[in-house]
C-alpha cells in the first residue's frame, strides 16, 4: 500500500494510476528525477479502466504489444488479454517501477484552480471524505475520459415490470450465475461482442440484441511471429521489433479502410459471415470501417458461439420490457432472465473536476486541443488521451516524454511557464475525438475542439505523432513560454 500522506506542494501532480499514470509516473522519475511527484488515484487500486470493468470475458482490443508499455515488454504470445492479467500487469509494472510510494489512493480530484501571479495550480482533493489542497507547478491529468461512476444506460420503458435481473457491464455484480439461464444483451459494440462468447460458455442461450451491426474483426488469439521471434531475439529487442511489426500492420489496415472503404467493409462482412454463418443483415453496418472503431474477436470466438447456436443475434429496437423480458418494435416478445445493458460508456474529462485559469472556469468544449495533448490558454496542463484506432498507451507514452521534455526545458531555461497560445486560423475544428460511436457523439458538447492545421490538428497515426510529439523542436510559435508574473513569448 502506498503511503497516504499528502505533501503541500510538488513539482507534478499527476491524476490517475491507470495505463496513462504509470507511464506518467515512470518518465517523470527516469527523465526528470529532480522533479517532485505525486500520482492521485480517486479509487482504491491500480489499474484504471483494467480494474474497474470486471464483467466476463473483459479484455484488451488492441494488440498487448502495443498496449504493453515500452519499457516493460509484454513477455507472452498472446495477442490480447484478459482483463485480471492487465491489471496485474500494470501493478506490477507500478511495483517494479518503484512508484508504489508515490502514489495516493482514494485521493479524487474535484477541482484545480491556476494562480498566474503565484504560477502554481491548487488542486482541491477529497482524500476519502476529507477536504485537502495540494499545490504543484505542472497538472497532468491522466484520468482518462470515461465516468468510472456512471455508464450510459438509457430508458427503457416498464422496467418496474420486469421479474428478471438488469445488469450494466460497467457494474458487474460479483458471483452473478447464468448457468442455465435466457440472457439478451443489448449492443453491438466492442463490451457486447466480448461478453457474449464468454456468457455463452454457462447460459442456456444469449441473444445479442442491436439497433445496428458494427464491424467485427476476427484475429488469432496467438502471435505466430511473435512467438518465433521472441525465441530467436534477446527479450527487449523481440518485443521492440513485435511492438513495430504491429504498429505497421495496424496503420495500414486504418488507412486502408480509410481510403477503400468499400472494399475493406465488404471484406469485414464476408469474413464475419463465413465464420458465423448470420444472415448477413445483421452482419453490415451503416457506417463505413472506422467511422467506429472495429470490434476484435480474438479466434473468433464470438463467431464459433453463434455457428454453435449457443448464441443468436437480433436486429430490432426495444419498445418495452415486459414481465418475462422485453418487446420489440417488430412486436416480437424476446423472454430473459438477465438483460444485459452493453449499451455504452459516458464520457467524463478530468474526472468531472472543475479546472479555473485566474478564476476563469476553463469551457472545454470551446477549447482547442494543441497536438492532442494541451489546451490552449490553459498554462502548465496536460491531458493523456490515447488513440481512437490503436493502442491507447501508444500515444500515452508520447505524451508523457512530451511533457518531460517541457518541465526539462523550463528547467534550463530558468522558466516557470509553458502554455499553448492559439493566434490566427486553425482551421474548420471539430471534436477531439473524430469517430461516429454513440459515446463520442453524446460527449461531444464536452470535448475539447481540434483544427485541421497543426499543431491543432490531432492526428490519429502513431508515425505523424511521433515527429511531432517526439522530434519536433517544443518553440513552434504555439507553444510559449515566461517567467512567474511576467507575460508568455
Not at 381 to 403: C, D, H, P
Amino acid at each position: 500500500m502506498a503511503d497516504s500522506s499528502l505533501a503541500t506542494e510538488y513539482d507534478v501532480v499527476v491524476v490517475g494510476a491507470g495505463i496513462s499514470g504509470i507511464s506518467a509516473g515512470h518518465y517523470l522519475r527516469t527523465e526528470c528525477p529532480d522533479r517532485s511527484f505525486v500520482i492521485l488515484e480517486g479509487r482504491d487500486a491500480i489499474g484504471g479502466t483494467w480494474d474497474l470493468f470486471r464483467y466476463p470475458g473483459v479484455r484488451s482490443d488492441s494488440d498487448m504489444f502495443t498496449l504493453g508499455f515500452t519499457f516493460r515488454p509484454w513477455t507472452s504470445d498472446a495477442i490480447t488479454a484478459l482483463g485480471p492479467a492487465i491489471r496485474d500487469y500494470v501493478r506490477d509494472t507500478a511495483r517494479e517501477e518503484g512508484l508504489l510510494p508515490a502514489i495516493r489512493f482514494r485521493h479524487r480530484v474535484t477541482g484545480a484552480a491556476w494562480s498566474s501571479t503565484d504560477a502554481r495550480w491548487t488542486v482541491q482533493v477529497d482524500a476519502a471524505g476529507e477536504a485537502r489542497t495540494v499545490r504543484c507547478r505542472f497538472l497532468f491529468f491522466c484520468s482518462g475520459y470515461y465516468d468510472y461512476a456512471h455508464g450510459h444506460e438509457p430508458e427503457i420503458p416498464d422496467r418496474a415490470a420486469y421479474a428478471g435481473q438488469v445488469v450494466h457491464p460497467q457494474h458487474w455484480p460479483e458471483g452473478l450465475d447464468v448457468t442455465g439461464k435466457r440472457v439478451v444483451v443489448v449492443g453491438s459494440g466492442a463490451t457486447a461482442v466480448t461478453l457474449i462468447p464468454a456468457l455463452a460458455q454457462q447460459a442456456a442461450h444469449v441473444t445479442m440484441l442491436q439497433r445496428s451491426p458494427s464491424y467485427i474483426l476476427a484475429i488469432p488469439a496467438r502471435d505466430g511471429v511473435g512467438r518465433f521471434l521472441q525465441a530467436l531475439l534477446p527479450r527487449r529487442f523481440a518485443y521492440r521489433v513485435i511492438r513495430w511489426k504491429n504498429i505497421l500492420i495496424a496503420a495500414a489496415i486504418y488507412q486502408l479502410a480509410r481510403r477503400r472503404p468499400e472494399a475493406m467493409g465488404r471484406w469485414l462482412v464476408q469474413q464475419a459471415q463465413r465464420r458465423s454463418g448470420v444472415d448477413v443483415r445483421h452482419l453490415q453496418p451503416r457506417y463505413q470501417p472506422w467511422d467506429q472503431r472495429l470490434c476484435i474477436v480474438p479466434d473468433a470466438d464470438l463467431f464459433a458461439a453463434l455457428r454453435a447456436g449457443r448464441a443468436s443475434v437480433v436486429t430490432d429496437r426495444i419498445e418495452r420490457f415486459t414481465p418475462a423480458g422485453l418487446r420489440l418494435a417488430s412486436g416480437e416478445d424476446l423472454p430473459a432472465d438477465v438483460v444485459v445493458t452493453a449499451t455504452g460508456l459516458q464520457l467524463q474529462l478530468f474526472g468531472g473536476a472543475r479546472i479555473t485559469v485566474d478564476g476563469r472556469p476553463v469551457e472545454v468544449a470551446q477549447a482547442l486541443s494543441y497536438k492532442g495533448m494541451m489546451l490552449a490558454g490553459v498554462p502548465n496542463f496536460a491531458l493523456a488521451m490515447g488513440y481512437t484506432n490503436a493502442s491507447w498507451t501508444l500515444k500515452a507514452e508520447l505524451i508523457a516524454r512530451q511533457v518531460c521534455r517541457v518541465l526539462n526545458y523550463l528547467r534550463d531555461h530558468r522558466l516557470d511557464v509553458a502554455v499553448a497560445v492559439h493566434e490566427g486560423d486553425a482551421g474548420d475544428t471539430r471534436p477531439a475525438l473524430d469517430l461516429q460511436s454513440g459515446y463520442i457523439q453524446r460527449a461531444a458538447d464536452a470535448l475539447p475542439r481540434q483544427g485541421t492545421r497543426k499543431p491543432w490538428r490531432i492526428y490519429q497515426n502513431y508515425l505523424l505523432d511521433l515527429l511531432s510529439l517526439k522530434l519536433a523542436p517544443l518553440r513552434d510559435g504555439a507553444l510559449r513560454f515566461g517567467r512567474q508574473g511576467e507575460p508568455v513569448r
